[in-house]
């Protein structure tokens, strides 16, 4: 049961709160991404805190280690910022500080998490397209709607389509 | 002393007390040459009778390497060090005099400018900043341009004066020195697909952040001073890397080297952490991190198609 951000594609409005919202965290330098894709879908991306984090194995200073909330976190103090978690990530998460020179992620606002709090960007989001659950929790809805939809169609199917088949 | 002794003094020098002869800067003596003085004597107490223990031959070993960068550019003989403790008045009074006739044989001070130069300093690098100014400008006062390097031995040399070496078999080009150095001694620059790796020499301290940050421990703390290098504005290559562009943006976003190296790591795997070594596929750093991002984000797209 770990919680994480995910994004609800079709709520989201582009407004950029969330981006501000986290800048707001961390010190005026936002972790995450609005991409907007043929310039009219807001696509709202952070990291995706991997199990197995390409970007922890090549640290060479072991600066990135997993939280008890399996929360993939960068140390500040111990980053030399050489970049090959910015390299390593399969979806260019991780990006250069421009005050610290060292390298920010998102980090799951795991100090909001131990106060009781939801992620900024979370809390901010105005139509709740960012929602932070364990990933059963967005996939069961989803699988039972299909579930539905399989159900109606063989319906249709036995008692429209072809009534004889009793 | 030599005053209460009713002795003969010159009539043209004047005395800046400080509290320790330990307390004179290179800078304090370049300035004063610069300003108008025609000779400049570090007055320190003898060896082993220092109030501040080793004040005097901190001063004794600024003076001789100045005098050594001096002696070059031909102006060594207006600098001078000498013991004299403060009952010593005799002496006091044959040094003044000897030196004053001496400079007087030598004539006014060629580099004196004309306007007096507002010197303030609020950290290090300013300070070094300024020698290096001043040395420059006497040099080209006097005439001097080396042809080719000076090196002075080890011994002669002031604590700080160094620069960082750089193994080329080790060197990955991730940029950490470049982004810890506090004295922005190195230059990084990324052009035309090659990355240069860089330093200007006069600046660097030889405090080692560097050296120590390295993931691939490629670099080393020399200590050396070479009186060309010091003379020159220009930065000093140290290392050439190839840059890899991205098949999409066309952006050149990391050193060839570092990617392999990234490779090797993850193909390795580490048997204490419990990674397990995984072959990446070969295009895997075809695309920068950016191009990545919007890729990915490319695919969330088809989501609010299907929606509609």
Redesign the interface.
Known sequence: MTKKVY?V??RCLGCEECIEACAKEHEWAARN?V?W??MV?P?Q?HCSHCV?A?CA??C??DAIKTTEEDAIVIDEAVC?????C??????????FSGST??VVKCDLCIDRQREGKEPACVENCPTHALVFIDIEEYETPKRERAARRILEAGTYLREILMPQEG | MAGVSRLQMPPNFRIIRVMCSGRVDPLFILAALEDGADGVIVAGCHPGDCHYISGNLKAERRVRFLKDILKHIGLSERVEMEFISASEAQKFQEVITNFTNKIKKLGPCPVKRETSRDIRISEERQKRDYIHELVISFAESMNFEPEGPIEFPEDDIMEGYGFPKYDADKCIGCGACYRVCPEQVLVLNDVNGVRTIGHYYFNCRTCGDCAEICPKEAIEIKKRFDLRAFLSIEPAKDIDLELRQCKNCGNFFAPELQLDDIRTTIAKGDKEKGFVGVEFPKNIFDLCPECKRKIAAGNVKQIYVLSR
Not at chain 1, 80 to 84: D, L, M, P, R, T
Not at chain 1, 86 to 95: D, E, H, K, M, T
């Open positions: 994004l594609p079709n991404y991409e894709i043929d879908y696509v991306m197995d390409p194995r090549v060479p200073v030399i910022g050489c970049g090959n910015a390299l390593v990530c399969p979806f260019g998460i991780p990006r020179k060292k």
